[in-house]
T-cell receptor
Framework: KNEVEQSPQNLTAQEGEFITINCSYS?????LHWLQQHPGGGIVSLFM???GKKKHGRLIATINIQEKHSSLHITASHPRDSAVYIC????????FGEGTQLTVNP | EAGVTQFPSHSVIEKGQTVTLRCDPI?????LYWYRRVMGKEIKFLLH????????ESGMPNNRFLAERTGGTYSTLKVQPAELEDSGVYFC???????????????FGPGTRLLVL
């Protein structure tokens, strides 16, 4: 069992839908990161958070330290949001989830 | 400002050959990390440099992998001899080093796709 589990593995949505990707972890952490990887592209850091909630545009990330759980929400999804979203936790090093492949259809 | 760059973008080699991957971090970043993603699996940590020193190399799979960061600027990761299971995408990332590494955003390069035949 991975130390960082993401769900769902794959997600298909229609443009405009509200999307939620979940991340659970089983280790102590200093911070949790949400990353985005576009097809053929590199990895971009979206959020780093250690408590509460952060918002950037249509993206919202929340974390519940007691429950060891984080969610990434995308409001009013758009086809350009199609990518792999990766949750990673930092302790002495980054430990990654397997990622969630999101496809948003027009 | 240029981001993290990696070279080559792709490499196809035969089992037993040697391959050297290069990473140029963002200028001024003290922390440099190597990661690997094997197909179907999650990204895994390989090692962490602080300037030219290896801070943590516990993720290196075996002694066929050698990483260097001479002068604390760019880094190389050499695989010698390459095996089939070394195929995957090798990512490099860097962070500034003003805070403890676990509290800093890491900036990732585009990755090197290595295929060992």
């Amino acid at each position: 069992k991975n130390e960082v589990e993401q769900s769902p593995q794959n997600l298909t949505a229609q443009e405009g839908e509200f999307i939620t990707i979940n991340c659970s972890y089983s280790v102590g952490i200093s911070a949790l990161h949400w990353l985005q990887q576009h097809p053929g592209g590199g990895i971009v850091s979206l959020f780093m958070l250690s408590s509460g909630k952060k918002k950037h545009g249509r993206l919202i990330a929340t974390i519940n330290i007691q429950e060891k759980h984080s969610s990434l929400h995308i409001t009013a999804s758009h086809p350009r949001d199609s990518a792999v979203y990766i949750c990673a936790v930092s302790g002495s090093r980054l430990t990654f989830g397997e990622g969630t492949q999101l496809t948003v259809n027009p | 400002e240029a981001g993290v760059t990696q070279f080559p973008s792709h490499s196809v080699i035969e089992k037993g050959q040697t391959v050297t991957l290069r990473c140029d971090p963002i200028s001024g970043h003290d922390n440099l990390y190597w990661y690997r993603r094997v197909m179907g699996k999650e990204i895994k940590f390989l090692l962490h440099f602080v300037k030219e020193s290896k801070q943590d190399e516990s993720g290196m799979p075996n002694n066929r992998f050698l990483a260097e960061r001479t002068g604390g600027t760019y880094s190389t990761l050499k695989v010698q001899p390459a095996e089939l299971e070394d195929s995957g995408v090798y990512f490099c990332a860097s962070s500034q080093g003003d805070y403890t590494p676990d509290q800093e955003t890491q900036y990732f390069g585009p990755g090197t796709r290595l295929l060992v035949l």
